[in-house]
Every structure is written in C-alpha cells, then in structure tokens.
C-alpha cells in the first residue's frame, strides 16, 4: 500500500515551500519532505549544477522520478520544485491529492528571488523571466490546486494558517 502525502504544495521559485511546508508538518505533527532536497541528496549536486551540466530536459526527467518516489512514499507535507507541475505524467499523478498552489505577484516574486544566482531560470532579467515563467505555469499550478494560497504581505505562519483554512486540516 502506497502513502498518500497529507498536502502537497506547488507554486513558483521563492514562494515559500519550503519554509510553509516545514511550519505546517511541524503544526499537523507528520514529517516534511521536498522533492529538490531528494534530487540534491540523490544526485549529489545542486540544482544549478544540474541545469548547466546537462540542460533543463534532463533535470525535468530527474525531478518526474523523484516527485512519483515521494508521492508514492510520503504521508506528510510535500513540496515541489517550482517546475514540477510541467510534467502531464505528474499533473495526472496529483489528481485526487490535496494540493495547494501558494502564489505570489512579480514584485514579491522580484524581492525574494531576484537577485539569487542559484535560480537557473532566472539568471538574466528576473522579473520578465518569472512574468514569462508564470504566464506559462499559472493555469498548470491551478488545474492541479485543490486551493490557491496567496503568499503576498503574509507571513510564513500566516500563510501556513491560511492553508489549514484551505484544506481544513486538523492539527496534531
């Protein structure tokens, strides 16, 4: 019998996954897990290391793996990498799971990734990167939320209690 993740949070880059995610498997008292920490442990290498040695289709490849392990295998919060939802296989694979997209607009999306040089993605103009990003993921992220989470002027607690809110989540 396979587990079924508690939550499972998309959205952009810089969001705030990661953090979200560990407050509230912290707040429902289950584990965490981030499909881009599994690559990093895995391949051995960062992200950007793995987008400039052997390009964005060979990460994609690596991330589909490592999202179908952990959805197979987690029943806490999940978060996934940015462009994880490119992926048709893994769209199909979170239908029927409780999925949150935290969102953000450009200008907070500028404040906290703009100038990270460890978002590959972003490396030239940042905010018409993550504008041309966005317009191509927007409809992906909601087409597989069960909730949409705006992230903006919210702190992080403040986010993770608008997500129980979403999902109607009981904490430990």
Known sequence: MSAVPAVVLVGPMGVGKSTVGRLLAERLGVGYRDTDDDIVAEQGRSIADIFVDEG??????????AVRR????????????????????TRALLAGQRVVYLSMDVEEAVRRTGLNVARPLLAINPRRQWRELMEARRHLYEEVATAVVPTDARSPEEVTQAVLDAVELKEA
Do not use: S
């Open 56 to 65: 964005e289709p060979a990460f994609r490849e690596i991330e589909k793996r």
């Open 70 to 89: 952990a959805v197979a295998e987690h029943d806490g919060v999940l978060a996934l990498g940015g462009g994880a939802i490119l992926d048709e296989g």
